[in-house]
């Protein structure tokens, strides 16, 4: 069982930069695949990226590529998303997510892939 909690959310201007932090509970987390995915209004939960075991290999929707960064500390049970360059079509509810994977450098695109769950954190961008 893994029990995830999102933090780091909040309001920006267009243009500005976020951190977002998930920790994870669990001593297998460096097991684990994780993923970052974000609902707006009105919306389906939409992929943004995902991250293998070791964080050797990263994948990224393409309305994020070049913009946000996804990285893990295994250490500390950590997943991270750098979201630089916000735009207001960020604004979301952003979550993160978790899989048993097997091998170590799977990435995991599929939201009904991912196991569990956080609860999510909002990020507003203003224009």
């Known amino acids: 069982q893994v029990q995830l909690v999102e933090s780091g959310g909040g309001l920006v201007q267009a243009g500005g930069s976020l951190r977002l932090s998930c920790a994870a509970s669990?001593?297998?987390?460096?097991?684990?695949?994780m993923g970052w995915f974000r609902q707006a209004p009105g919306k389906e939960r939409e992929f943004v990226a995902a991250i293998s075991w070791s964080g050797g290999n990263t994948y990224y929707a393409d309305s994020v590529k070049g913009r946000f960064t996804i990285s893990r500390d295994n250490a500390k049970n950590t997943v991270y998303l750098e979201m630089n360059s916000l735009k207001p079509e960020d604004t979301a509810v952003y979550y993160c997510?978790?899989?048993?994977?097997?091998?170590?450098?799977?990435?995991?695109?599929?939201?009904?892939?991912?196991?569990?769950w956080g609860q999510g954190t909002q990020v507003t961008v203003s224009s």
């Open positions: 997510a978790a899989v048993r994977t097997f091998p170590q450098f799977t990435v995991i695109v599929d939201v009904n892939r991912y196991d569990y």
């Open positions: 669990g001593r297998t987390f460096s097991m684990y695949a």
